[in-house]
């Protein structure tokens, strides 16, 4: 039986009117710990998405062949990514070069045997971009097996991404003057 739930309790709630609840707010590497102890698919991918931008503390979580697939319309990772080793390298890359500064607000789980699926929100700092912020809708799913994740699907609105990193309207092509 599938079951849908709030946000989970470690990371921070929005209503459906869009105002945020951080008082269960921690630090991404206690809120993935602290959920990685529950080891069904609920708590790990509520654990993932709460590690988000700290490669290391998503590690923790995943198994040694682990797959995670994206977008690939994103152009950000070579999709699937299979194998830890490999994933958490990408993550360096994404984690490390491209966003900074990350905030994930967790509004829906859903949990069935050994699958689940959150919807998040993503905020950060758009490294490649002057630091200009990032937000953005996520849905990512997980499975698990003997309390790791094995499989990662992430999905996010690319044209929405794409659109806050074009040039301001005012702005002159490269190579030409403005007046």
């Known amino acids: 039986m599938a079951r849908s739930e709030p946000a989970h309790p470690a990371a921070s709630r929005t209503d459906d009117a869009g105002r945020t609840d951080d008082a269960g707010r921690t630090d991404?590497?206690?809120?993935?710990?602290?959920?990685?102890?529950?080891?069904?698919a609920g708590g790990l991918v509520?654990?993932?998405v709460s590690a988000f931008g700290d490669?290391?503390?998503i590690a923790t979580l995943l198994a040694e062949n682990a797959t995670w697939w994206i977008t690939p319309t994103t152009g950000v990772l070579g999709t699937p990514a299979v194998g830890k080793e490999k994933i958490i390298a990408d993550l360096r890359v994404i984690f490390g070069s491209l966003y900074g500064d990350v905030q994930v607000d967790i509004h829906h789980l859903i949990e069935q045997d050994d699958l689940a699926a959150v919807r998040i929100t993503l905020r950060a700092s758009a490294l490649?971009?002057?630091?200009?912020?990032?937000?953005n809708e996520y849905s990512v799913w997980a499975q698990a097996r003997d309390g790791k994740i094995v499989q990662v699907w992430e999905y996010l609105d690319v044209a929405q991404?794409?659109?806050?990193?074009?040039?301001?309207?005012?702005?002159?092509?490269?190579?030409t003057a403005t007046t």
């Open 28 to 40: 991404a590497n206690e809120r993935a710990a602290a959920t990685a102890s529950t080891p069904n």
């Open 46 to 48: 509520t654990a993932l």
């Open 55 to 57: 490669p290391d503390a």
């Open 128 to 135: 490649f971009a002057e630091g200009r912020p990032y937000t």
């Open 161 to 175: 991404a794409t659109a806050q990193f074009a040039p301001p309207a005012n702005a002159s092509a490269p190579g």
